[in-house]
């Protein structure tokens, strides 16, 4: 993978050229409206926005969402295209790789609901990743990863995807969670909770070992969320009850591509 600035100047001439991503269709709304229903006033982080489509989907169902990314560029196509839903929807730039940068710029336990769609293959340290949502994450809130599979793409497409052990590690110390596959594009999503209480495992420093002990025996309650890393592992994913994917309209017209 390229890293750093230049894997940044990669995304920012891909939305400076008005290229976008594969479409939230109707049915991935619909079954992301019935994975997290907002209740009153809730807020929802989404990491790694692009053009905004997805965040623009929270904000419909009645999250006030902030969108964030590092690229100047896709941040600006987020404002300019969503500018109506102001201020259900606000965008900033943000390097959520970059611990510091997220401390000091985001509120701790300030989203009922993190997003990461298409974008947690591209971040590098996925275990730091898991402990920076945590922390973001208010008591019961719920991350909620979207991602393309290795398992399902040709290895010269593998960065764009998870493999069985990132999903392992996405999953590892979250006591519940429940999964659907999005078949047809190949896509998984997993919702895992925060404990609705606050508990030690969000601490820092002894507070997290004790919590690694914690978490180490409540794995088998992670039940669902489980149940998809291992079928991964075995290639065997199948959707959730209802979970065909029909091809709906775009959310918004122009500018987005099928693939990623
Ligand atoms: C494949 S695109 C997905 C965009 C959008 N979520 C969607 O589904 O259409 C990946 C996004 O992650 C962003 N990204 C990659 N690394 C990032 C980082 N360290 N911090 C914030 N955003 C990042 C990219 O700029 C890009 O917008």
Redesign the pocket.
């Known amino acids: 993978m390229v890293s750093g600035a230049s894997?940044r100047d990669h995304?920012d001439r891909h939305f400076a050229a008005g290229n976008?991503?594969?479409r939230v269709d109707a049915h991935e709304a619909r079954l992301l409206a019935g994975a997290v229903p907002p209740r009153a006033g809730a807020r929802a982080l989404d990491?790694?926005?692009?053009?905004g489509?997805?965040a623009a989907v929270l904000a419909g169902l009645g999250y006030r969402t902030l969108a964030?990314?590092?690229?100047e560029a896709?941040v600006a196509a987020t404002r300019d295209r969503y500018a109506d839903l102001e201020p259900r929807l606000s965008a900033r730039r943000?390097?959520?790789?970059d611990a510091a940068e997220v401390t000091a710029r985001l509120p701790r336990a300030g989203f009922d609901l993190v997003t990461m769609?298409?974008?947690l293959a591209?971040?590098p340290d996925k275990t730091a990743v898991a402990d920076r949502v945590r922390g973001l994450l208010a008591p019961g809130g719920h991350w909620l990863v979207t991602t393309c599979l290795t398992d399902r793409l040709p290895a010269e497409r593998h960065r764009?995807g998870l493999s069985p052990d990132d999903v392992a590690t996405m999953t590892d110390g979250w006591p519940h969670g429940h999964w659907y596959d999005l078949e047809l594009t190949g896509m998984l999503c997993v919702a895992l909770r925060q404990p609705a209480a606050p508990s030690r495992e969000n601490g820092r420093g002894k507070a997290a070992g004790r919590g690694r002990a914690d978490r180490a025996r409540r794995r088998p309650a992670l039940g669902t969320a489980r149940a998809a890393v291992e079928s991964c592992r075995r290639g065997t994913a199948r959707p959730a009850p209802g979970a065909a994917v029909r091809r709906g309209a775009p959310q918004r017209p122009g500018g987005e591509s099928e693939r990623?």
């Not at 964030?68 to 690229?71: A, K, Q």
């Not at 943000?94 to 790789?97: H, K, P, Q, R, V």
């Open positions: 894997e995304w976008g991503f594969r990491v790694g926005c692009g053009l489509t997805y964030v990314d590092w690229s896709a943000l390097d959520f790789a769609r298409l974008a591209f971040l764009i990623v």
